[in-house]
């Protein structure tokens, strides 16, 4: 069982993969995004399981979480 991650340890895992990607074959970079998954799912579900609802700051923090990632991926 995979352990939560925090947002930094989830980010540092993200840019390595990503940086590494220019030398992935199509079946490494398949399995490098279920590995994302399996990193991001459980810290996720763990961090919702708290409180059956995001507070408004939580909420809020979780949309830019959001928008950042897609901001990085469209950089890139």
């Keep these: 069982m995979i352990q939560a991650f925090t947002r930094k ?4 895992l ?4 990503k940086s590494y990607r220019a030398y992935m074959t199509r079946e490494d970079e398949v399995i490098s995004e279920k590995i ?3 990193v991001f799912y459980p810290s996720f579900d763990a961090l919702q399981s708290k409180s059956p ?3 408004k700051d939580e909420l809020e923090q979780a949309v830019e979480d ?4 897609l901001r990085m991926e469209g950089t890139n």
């Design 9 to 12: 340890e989830y980010e540092l």
């Design 53 to 55: 609802f995001f507070d």
């Design 36 to 38: 994302l998954d399996k």
């Design 14 to 17: 993200y840019s390595a993969l």
């Design 66 to 69: 959001a928008e950042e990632a």
